[in-house]
C-alpha cells in the first residue's frame, strides 16, 4: 500500500521528506519519487529491499497555502502541484485540517500565561550573551510596526511587589516598549498602563509605575540602541523602586502606593505617551530573548547570576529557581497553535471566522473538495465553509500518473474585531492520497495569516 500525503506543518522554511516502507517500517522492493510543486519543483526519493526506512529532504519553496493579511473584501489563493513520478502511484485521497489557531508564546512558568502573537513579530531572532558568548539561543523580533507586539491572554491583577527582566536588543532613536501592563488586550483604547520598561529615544532605559499621586519614573545611565544584547531588570515594592541595565543601577527609595486593577502583560510595547522621554513610537524595532515577572524584588545577587548564565539551560533553571510568575522565553518556533480564549473575542475562535476551500484539477476532472461539491468551487468561499468546522473530506480518485492541481482559497467571514486584527492564524492542513500499507510525503509549512 502506498499513502501520499502533504502536510502542513508551521515552520520557518519548508521540506519535502518521502518514505516507501511497509507496515513494519522496512522499505520493501520498488521506488518511489514524489514531485511537489510551488515556487519551483521539489522532489524526494526512497528506495530498497528491506533495511531501516531512509529520509531524503529538500526546501521547497512556497506553500500550498496563502500568505498575507485576511480580510472580508479579498480573496487570498494559493495553488500547488502534487505527482507521483515513481513505480508505486496513488489513486485515492483526502484532504484533513490538522489544527487551527494563532501563533503563541508558551510561558514557562507556573501561570502558563501564554503569548499571542500580534502583528509582525518573527520567531528565530538570535540571542548571543555579550557576557558568555557561549550562552547562545533564539528570541523574538520585533518591526516596531504599530500593532507589533506579544499580548497574553489571563486577566492578571496588577502587582503590588515585581521585578521585571529581559534581554533587549535595539539600534532604534524613536523609543520602543520592552514591556508593559495595561487593563486591555489589544493594546488600544487603555485607560490604565504602566508597569512598564521602554527605550527612550536616547537609547536610555527608563522604568514607569503609576502611583496613586504621582508617575514614579527611573532612567538607567546606561544606553542600549547600540544593536548588542543588554540585560535589563526593574523592581518595584513599598520600600522603593530600582532599574538595573549590564549591572549598572539606578534607585529610588520614595515611599511607593501603586494603582492596582486587572489587565494583561504585554512585550514589546509600553503605553508611555504620557511619561517623560516617551519617543515617538511605543512598539520596539528590535528583539526580545528570556523575559520574565517575578513577585517579589529580587536581590543584585539573584540578577548577577541571570545576567551571567553561561547557557540556555543555565538561565532557564537560574529564572525557574527564583519562582517568576510568567516566565516567555521567546525561543518559540511557531509550532504550536493557540486554540483558547482570546481576550475581546470571549469564547469565540478565530478558526470559525475564517472561510476556507479546497479545489483540486486532474485533467478536466475539477471538483470542490471542501466544501464537498461537484464541480468547481466558488470564486469566494461560502459562509458555511468555516476553518473550524473541516474535518476529512474526501479527494476525488486520480488516476496513477497524472498530477493533481490544489487550490486553496481563504478569507473572512465577517470583519475582525479589534482583539483579532494582527493575530498571526496557523492553518494545518493535510492532504493524502491512499493505496495500501506504504507511506509517501511530501511536507510544507503552513504561513502565518494575519487577521
Known sequence: MVAFSVAAAPAASASLSSHLIDTSSQFSAGTLQLEGQTATNCYSTGSGSGGTVMTNSAICPGSPLPTGGLSTSA?????????????SNPATGAVTLVSCGVAEVGDSSVSADTGLVYGAVTYGSAFVSPVSPGFTASGIGLSGATGTYVGTVATLTSPVSFTLVAWVKTTSTSGGGIIGFSNVQPDVHASSQDRMLWVEPSGDVAFGVQNRLSMMELVSSVAVNDGGWHFVAASFSASGSALDVDGSTVTNSGATFPLTYAGYWHLGWAGNSSWANAGTNEYLAGSLYGVAVFGAGLSAA?????????????????VSSLSPTADWPLSDVGATAYTGTIPALGTSQV???????????????????????????PSTPPSTATLGALTTSPMAPTSSSSAVGILVRVTLATASVPGVIGLHLLADVGLAIA?????????????????
Open 75 to 87: 480573496v487570498l489563493s494559493a495553488s500547488s502541484t502534487l505527482r507521483s513520478v515513481g513505480t
Open 351 to 377: 478558526c470559525q471566522q475564517v472561510l476556507f476551500e479546497v479545489q483540486t484539477t486532474q485533467g478536466s476532472n475539477v471538483v470542490c473538495v471542501y466544501p464537498n461539491s461537484a464541480g468547481a468551487c
Open 302 to 318: 539573584n540578577l548577577t547570576t541571570l545576567e551571567n548564565a553561561s547557557s540556555a539551560s543555565g538561565y532557564a533553571s537560574a
Open 435 to 451: 493505496l495500501g500499507g506504504w507511506t509517501a510525503e511530501v511536507s510544507y509549512p503552513s504561513p502565518a495569516l494575519e487577521m
